[in-house]
């Protein structure tokens, strides 16, 4: 029989509310049954903690479970306690930490322990490049979801506060109690009162949840938006700016964060243009800040087109100032010493830094690794360099510890991530980006977690339902796992293995451009600078007798390094200068083990094609079609990065790509004309 039409449209509507676009990120459980909620104080925070309580319990039916607020010496920070019958903690957040906890652990089905978790990080921290116009620099994911472009882009409407929230919910699910709203290139217009005044309606809503707001803002400002002659930070009318606009803005927004500055680094104003130092300029804005419990992060990201090697230059400009810098002040240092590329050892401020708060700064937007195209998993990545052994204060100085204050007395201890997140529905660009804020947080949280622990845990609360059944244990979740745990290793085979850095083309940062080096543009922007690839060989001599950058590091690390034979082979040419037929530890000649990792890479993503396809049974049509349309262009376009170096580096090379490496199928001419992102 023939359907009447409108019981069509019905069916269509009906399908079209249940469209899955992901926005529910990790957090879509619903309750199985009541849970009675015994708490003896009451506050906006606790009202949320017994609403996700009410709105996703899944233990015994009408169990009783208390929330206590009592002082607990074992208890640090927001940490709290699990007990048979309930969560203890010192804060309020500590309780909303502790019930996502448990929810967590029930979702996942686990048995809830009786046990203390604290946070590695007193503050866990994205850092939003946002621009007050609505656009994100380094972006994937759509707009801004703080800041929007046009005459009206300062009204507040009903949907900015719905997302705010959610966007608040999913931080403090994960832990994360700090949020930057704006760009490290920040705008100036960001201490202007309209703009403070969005920043307060932000504020307001991510309070309850524990999430305080920071800002990013101009060394510059006082002239640029104060009417002062100068910037310079002993300058006492420009302190007393800095300190009636900290003011200012505590009068608005009682718990704020902080400022985050980028200074004397591409191009951003700062200190040095005035004769001062890092010191002077983050030490004068830590005293604005002292009276309201305020702290600054300083980054020390700092590069000069003169420098004989980047990768020194962080460490040369700081290392002088440690000790002088005040106690409210945090620098903010990348996890490697160049630019978040797809693989760096840890920058060497890292542990040598001892008498001054140093934070790590993670980017989860995949500025370097694919966009919001390539599936790629970064907590490895973060793994991998939390877990370096920096051997400052003797073995076990991982960088980890060099941060969470379990080796250095640091006053504040901090870690950031650049955020992912922009307007498309499923906040990331690519349902898989939303594992890498998931990680970030919970690695912020917990920094020794396992990346395996956390794709386990996120991949039950994104894809499965209440029940985990072992089929969809064998066949979704320990191959699609197994895809996530692989995925940054191809990427790095495929990109840029055995050390090779920045060889991207142009300032897109996404497809291959070993080649890339326009007339004008500073050496140190270009490919060439990095691969140094020559007839004799390839790869950047940091070596004593090179750069000398290994000499940053702490011994044994020093010598390791500075041998090709005792380098790890995965840092091989990011230290040396080798030749191409240089024997590695595979027996294999240097130019064929490239060829190798290259080949290996792509091999890798055609893999995770085919696992992807077989998991279509086991999850909803739109994230599985959605994942496999990525899924084909990271297949094109890691063949296009293969054939492009391969090409390019054999022209120097001279030797052929080995007989068990797949053809290249692009030619080297064309690819240097195309723009990647448009195949
Ligand atoms: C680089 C980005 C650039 C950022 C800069 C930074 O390409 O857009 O402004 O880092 O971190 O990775 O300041």
Same mark, same amino acid.
């Given at each position: 029989m023939k359907a009447p039409v409108y019981s069509i449209m019905l069916i269509l509507a009906a399908i079209n509310l249940h469209a899955e676009d992901g926005h529910s990120l990790w957090l879509r459980s619903k309750s199985t049954g009541s849970v009675n909620i015994m708490c003896a104080k009451s506050s906006p925070a606790l009202a949320i903690a017994r609403q996700e309580l009410e709105h996703s319990w899944q233990g015994k039916d009408g169990a009783t479970i208390v929330l206590t607020i009592k002082k607990d010496k074992a208890l640090k920070g927001d940490g709290f306690r699990l007990t048979t019958n309930g969560i203890q903690a010192n804060t309020e957040s500590g309780i909303l930490y502790?019930?996502?906890?448990?929810?967590?652990?029930?979702?996942?089905?686990?048995?809830?322990?009786?046990?203390?978790?604290?946070?590695?990080?007193?503050?866990?921290?994205?850092?939003?490049?946002?621009?007050?116009?609505?656009?994100?620099?380094?972006?994937?994911?759509?707009?801004?979801?703080?800041?929007?472009?046009? =005459?009206?882009?300062f009204a507040i409407t009903e949907n900015d506060k719905v997302?705010?929230?959610?966007?608040?919910?999913?931080?403090?699910?994960?832990?994360?109690?700090?949020?930057? %709203?704006?760009?490290?290139?920040?705008?100036?217009l960001i201490l202007t009162s309209e703009c403070l005044e969005r920043v307060k309606a932000v504020a307001d809503i991510l309070r309850p949840y524990g999430i305080k707001a920071y800002l990013s803002v101009k060394f510059s400002s006082p002239s640029l938006i104060g009417g002062l002659e100068t910037s310079d930070p002993l300058n006492p009318d420009v302190i007393n700016w800095w300190k009636a606009k900290v003011k200012d803005i505590?009068?608005?927004?009682?718990? +704020?964060?902080?400022?985050?500055? #980028?200074?004397?680094?591409?191009?951003q104003p700062g200190p040095q243009d005035f004769g001062r130092t890092h010191a002077d300029g983050a030490n004068m804005m830590a005293d604005a800040f002292k009276p309201f419990g305020g702290i600054v992060m300083w980054r020390a990201f700092v590069y000069s087109p003169n420098s004989e090697d980047r990768a020194c230059q962080a460490y040369d400009e700081f290392m002088p100032f440690d000790g002088q810098f005040r106690d409210n002040v945090i620098i903010q240092v990348k996890?490697?010493?160049?630019?978040?590329?797809?693989?760096?050892?840890?920058?060497?401020?890292?542990?040598?830094? $001892?008498?001054?708060?140093?934070?790590? =700064? @993670?980017? &989860?937007t995949q500025e370097y690794l694919g966009h919001?195209?390539?599936?790629?998993?970064?907590?490895?990545?973060?793994?991998?360099?939390? !877990?370096?052994? /920096?051997?400052?204060?003797?073995?076990?100085?991982?960088?980890?510890?060099?941060?969470?204050?379990?080796?250095?007395?640091?006053?504040?201890?901090?870690?950031?991530?650049?955020?992912?997140?922009?307007?498309?529905?499923?906040?990331?660009?690519?349902?898989?980006?939303?594992?890498?804020?998931?990680?970030?947080?919970? %690695?912020?949280?917990?920094?020794?977690?396992?990346?395996?622990? &956390?794709?386990? =845990?996120? @991949?039950?609360l994104t894809f499965s339902d209440v029940s985990v059944s072992k089929d969809w244990h064998d066949n979704f979740l320990t191959p699609v796992k197994q895809i996530m745990l692989s995925s940054r290793e191809a990427a790095v085979?495929?990109?840029?293995?055995?050390? +090779?850095?920045? &060889?991207?083309?142009?300032?897109?940062?996404?497809?291959?451009?070993?080649?890339?080096?326009? !007339?004008?543009?500073? #050496?140190?922007?270009?490919?060439?600078?990095?691969?140094?690839?020559d007839t004799f060989g390839v790869g950047f001599d940091r070596t004593k007798s090179g750069s000398n950058a290994v000499c940053q590091y702490h011994e044994p690390l020093t010598s390791l390094f500075n041998d090709p034979e005792t380098c790890p082979e995965i840092y091989l040419l990011w230290f040396h200068h080798l030749p191409w037929d240089? $024997?590695? #530890?595979?027996?294999?000649? @240097?130019?064929?083990e490239i060829c190798k990792h290259y080949? /290996?890479?792509?091999?890798?993503?055609?893999?995770?094609?085919?696992?992807?396809? $077989?998991?279509?049974?086991?999850?909803?049509?739109?994230? +599985?079609?959605?994942?496999?349309? #990525?899924?084909r262009k990271q297949c094109r376009h890691a063949q296009i990065w293969k054939d492009a170096c391969l090409l390019y580096f054999q022209q120097f090379s001279r030797k052929p790509i080995p007989y068990d490496i797949e053809r290249p199928v692009y030619d080297l001419d064309d690819l240097m004309k195309a723009d990647m992102r448009t195949l």
């Open positions: 502790g019930v996502y906890e448990w929810l967590r652990l029930q979702q996942t089905g686990q048995v809830i322990p009786e046990v203390i978790s604290n946070p590695s990080y007193e503050r866990r921290i994205l850092n939003h490049w946002d621009n007050p116009d609505g656009s994100i620099e380094r972006g994937y994911a759509g707009l801004s979801i703080f800041w929007r472009e046009g =005459e009206n882009g997302l705010w929230q959610e966007y608040a919910r999913a931080n403090a699910s994960i832990g994360i109690n700090g949020t930057v %709203l704006n760009n490290v290139n920040a705008s100036p505590y009068g608005l927004i009682p718990d +704020f964060g902080g400022f985050l500055i #980028k200074a004397n680094s591409e191009g996890n490697g010493p160049v630019d978040f590329q797809p693989r760096e050892p840890f920058s060497p401020l890292f542990g040598a830094m $001892k008498k001054t708060s140093v934070m790590a =700064e @993670l980017q &989860i919001s195209i390539h599936l790629v998993y970064l907590a490895p990545m973060w793994e991998e360099f939390l !877990k370096s052994e /920096t051997y400052q204060e003797g073995e076990g100085s991982t960088v980890a510890r060099t941060t969470d204050g379990s080796l250095f007395p640091q006053k504040h201890t901090a870690i950031a991530g650049v955020a992912n997140i922009g307007l498309d529905a499923n906040w990331c660009g690519h349902h898989f980006a939303q594992a890498n804020w998931y990680a970030f947080g919970r %690695l912020a949280w917990d920094n020794q977690l396992t990346s395996e622990e &956390i794709a386990d =845990e996120w @991949l039950k085979n495929y990109m840029m293995p055995l050390g +090779f850095h920045h &060889i991207f083309a142009a300032d897109h940062h996404y497809g291959p451009g070993p080649w890339w080096a326009p !007339k004008g543009v500073r #050496k140190d922007w270009t490919p060439p600078y990095y691969h140094r690839a240089y $024997k590695m #530890k595979s027996g294999r000649p @240097l130019w064929d080949g /290996t890479g792509l091999q890798q993503v055609r893999q995770f094609q085919i696992v992807w396809d $077989k998991v279509e049974p086991y999850i909803d049509a739109d994230r +599985f079609s959605a994942v496999q349309s #990525k899924l």
